[in-house]
C-alpha cells in the first residue's frame, strides 16, 4: 500500500486520526531537515511544526542532532563553500563568481569579529562596553572618512588628465 501524502508533501503516518498515537519513525529527510532548521536559526517548536509533531518528539528522537545546534551553522557554511569550489573548479563562471562573494563576505566577518573582540587599537584602560549605537556611528564616521579620501585621490587623478 502506497502512503497517503499531505498538502506539503509530508506521508501521512499509518493509523494517524485514529485512537493512540501512532509511532514516529524519523527519516533521513526528515534529519536532514531538522539539521538544515536549526543552521539557519529555527527554534525547536518551529522545527517540531515543520515534521509534523511535537516538541517532545522532536528532542526525543533528534536529540543528538540538537545538541551540535550551534555547528550546524558551521557545516552548512563550509557545505555551501564546499559545493561552489566543485561547480568552479568544472568551469562554472557564475559559481566562481559566487565562491569569490562568498570568501570576501567570509573576510569581512572574521575581520569584524577580530575588531569587536578588543583589537589593540582599543583603550585598555576602559572597561565600559561600547553600545551597538556607538559603534555604528564609529563605522559610519570610519566609511565617511574612508570614502572622501577615495574623492580626494579620484579628484587628484583627474585634475592630472
Same mark, same amino acid.
Given at each position: 500500500?502506497?502512503?497517503?501524502?499531505?498538502?506539503?508533501?509530508?506521508?501521512?503516518?499509518?493509523?494517524? =486520526?485514529?485512537? =493512540?498515537?501512532?509511532?514516529?519513525?524519523?527519516?533521513? #529527510?526528515?534529519?536532514?531537515?531538522?539539521?538544515?532548521?536549526?543552521?539557519?536559526?529555527?527554534?525547536?517548536?518551529?522545527?517540531?511544526?515543520?515534521?509534523?509533531v511535537s516538541p517532545a518528539t522532536l528532542?526525543?528522537?533528534?536529540?543528538?542532532?540538537?545538541?551540535?545546534?550551534?555547528?550546524?551553522?558551521?557545516?552548512?557554511?563550509?557545505?555551501?563553500?564546499?559545493?561552489?569550489?566543485?561547480?568552479?573548479?568544472?568551469?562554472?563562471?557564475?559559481?566562481?563568481?559566487?565562491?569569490?562573494?562568498?570568501?570576501?563576505?567570509?573576510?569581512?566577518?572574521?575581520?569584524?569579529?577580530?575588531?569587536?573582540? =578588543?583589537?589593540?587599537?582599543?583603550?585598555?584602560?576602559?572597561?565600559? #562596553?561600547?553600545?551597538?549605537?556607538?559603534?555604528?556611528?564609529?563605522?559610519?564616521?570610519?566609511?565617511?572618512?574612508?570614502?572622501?579620501?577615495?574623492?580626494?585621490?579620484?579628484?587628484?587623478?583627474?585634475?592630472?588628465?
Amino acid at each position: 500500500m502506497e502512503p497517503n501524502f499531505d498538502l506539503f508533501g509530508q506521508p501521512v503516518r499509518e493509523g494517524f =486520526g485514529n485512537r =493512540g498515537r501512532p509511532p514516529y519513525e524519523p527519516t533521513e #529527510k526528515d534529519r536532514n531537515k531538522v539539521k538544515l532548521l536549526m543552521a539557519l536559526g529555527w527554534v525547536n517548536s518551529r522545527i517540531a511544526n515543520a515534521i509534523g509533531v511535537s516538541p517532545a518528539t522532536l528532542k526525543r528522537y533528534f536529540r543528538a542532532d540538537m545538541k551540535e545546534r550551534d555547528a550546524m551553522r558551521d557545516r552548512l557554511d563550509a557545505r555551501r563553500f564546499e559545493i561552489a569550489l566543485e561547480q568552479a573548479n568544472a568551469g562554472n563562471v557564475t559559481a566562481l563568481r559566487e565562491l569569490g562573494a562568498m570568501i570576501d563576505r567570509n573576510d569581512r566577518m572574521t575581520i569584524e569579529a577580530s575588531m569587536g573582540k =578588543g583589537s589593540d587599537s582599543a583603550p585598555a584602560a576602559s572597561k565600559d #562596553k561600547v553600545g551597538k549605537k556607538m559603534i555604528d556611528e564609529q563605522r559610519a564616521h570610519a566609511a565617511d572618512a574612508d570614502l572622501m579620501a577615495e574623492l580626494e585621490s579620484e579628484a587628484a587623478q583627474n585634475a592630472r588628465h
